[in-house]
């Protein structure tokens, strides 16, 4: 059984950190949910288990190319949860070429730029997973997707659209493959009732989307097609990134249906 100093322990606990996950393009997927979705997408190298996670989750653990043993120390030494779940899977990273995204012909995706929490940015990932989106690109310096705290935030929506790494200059790209790009502005002149009521929203749509400390940059902001803001009708001063995000997302899901 493996310790929290087995060699392979050892090299699986160095995905915790960005730079060994891009060096490695694998990174680690936490708890049950997570890796039942890994393993319907044909991403998972090998399991880690505690021998009651393995037990409780016999049929996950049937369907792993390869399962190891470990003691609680060593998942433990793997999860970044307080509570981990007994199960730890070791994964091929899952992003794709904007332009293989793009050759698809895409309906509507949420770009996330330079959003740096990694809770806000796996939230807005099932959101566009939800609404039926067709991909999620991160943006700039955005938060990482495999971080631990983004993937289990996606809950399983991670493994389920296109996602997508690129710099800001993917604007471009976006726009020359004829979708509109709509940022999302407090101040921006348009509303997303008015865009939607006026079908403006059935056309293929890419929504960029700011960190809630600093909002989109500027750049991206004047670049754009459209500033679009979500109406806020009762007293409060805004909504949070997630919120606003499935309030534009399912709109032209919607619009679009």
Request: with cysteine; glycine share 8%; charged share 20%.
């Amino acid at each position: 059984m493996f310790t929290p100093r087995t060699p392979r322990i050892v090299t699986a606990r160095r995905l915790q950190r960005r730079k060994d996950r891009d060096q490695a393009r694998r990174f680690l997927a936490e708890g049950p949910q997570a890796v039942r979705e890994a393993l319907a997408a044909g991403v998972v190298l090998e399991l880690f288990g505690t021998p009651a996670g393995l037990e409780r989750h016999a049929d996950l653990a049937a369907q792993a190319p390869e399962v190891s043993p470990v003691t609680d120390e060593a998942l433990a030494a793997l999860a970044d949860t307080v509570h981990p779940q007994g199960l730890v899977a070791l994964c091929e990273q899952v992003d794709v070429p904007i332009g293989e995204v793009l050759a698809k012909q895409p309906k509507l995706i949420a770009v996330l730029a330079e959003i740096r929490d990694p809770g806000n940015a796996g939230t807005v990932l099932r959101t566009a997973d939800a609404a039926g989106a067709d991909a999620v690109i991160f943006a700039g310096d955005a938060v990482d997707p495999y971080n631990g705290k983004c993937v289990r935030a996606s809950a399983g929506s991670l493994f389920h659209l296109d996602v997508v790494r690129a710099s800001l200059d993917v604007l471009d790209l976006l726009q020359n493959s004829g979708l509109q790009v709509l940022a999302t502005s407090g101040t921006g002149e348009d509303d997303v009732d008015s865009l939607l009521d006026g079908g403006l929203l059935a056309a293929p749509t890419a929504w960029l989307f700011g960190s809630e400390a600093h909002g989109l940059p500027g750049e991206l902001i004047a670049a754009a097609d459209r500033r679009v803001r979500v109406p806020i009708y009762g007293g409060a001063e805004s909504l949070n990134l997630a919120a606003a995000a499935a309030v534009c997302l399912y709109s032209s899901a919607r619009a679009q249906r």
